[in-house]
């Protein structure tokens, strides 16, 4: 399968300098995507670091676009970044299905990640634990949360 950045070659380049954020958390959904072209961006929700993202070719953004949901992280270059920009990346993803086949691939390989680790802790957990593991393992099967 072609790589994100062949797929998205000849799309406009965003460039970052370090400290610019890319994704506000709050912010409504601009219908964007982003493809890591060089550089290193951290992420963070609620002032909590996630992930940094350094690999060329890494997508950012897509839970918006997919959910069509408020940016549920912040996105801030670490250091100098440049990143393609996929307008309107539903329209893009119809035209273009090896982007949306990338896009499915990775959120499929998160979600395996994310439960393969709920069910180490669920194994590891004491009783306290178990309730916070519950409603995550209901989030990963669609259970309504309360008040939502």
């Known amino acids: 399968m072609a790589s994100l950045l062949t797929l998205t070659r000849g799309l406009g380049v ?15 959904p601009s219908g964007d995507m982003y493809v890591l ?3 290193r961006l951290g ?12 690999e060329p070719g890494a997508l950012i953004g897509e839970m918006s676009v997919l959910l069509g949901t ?9 250091a ?3 990143v393609r920009v996929i307008d309107n990346a539903v329209a893009f993803m119809e035209r273009t299905p090896l982007v949306a086949l990338h896009v499915a691939t ?13 069910v180490e802790m669920r194994r590891d957990a004491g009783k306290a634990d178990q309730s916070m593991l519950g409603r995550l393992f209901g ?3 669609g259970t309504p949360r309360p008040g939502a």
């Open 14 to 28: 965003r460039t970052l300098a370090r400290g610019e954020v890319l994704i506000a958390a709050g912010d409504e």
């Open 37 to 39: 072209e060089a550089g």
């Open 43 to 54: 992420v963070e929700r609620d002032g909590v670091p996630l992930a940094t993202i350094s």
């Open 70 to 78: 408020a940016h549920s992280a912040t996105v801030r270059a670490e």
């Open 80 to 82: 100098a970044s440049s």
């Open 106 to 118: 990775l959120a499929c390989a998160r979600l395996d990640a994310t439960s393969a680790l709920l």
């Open 139 to 141: 989030a990963l099967n």
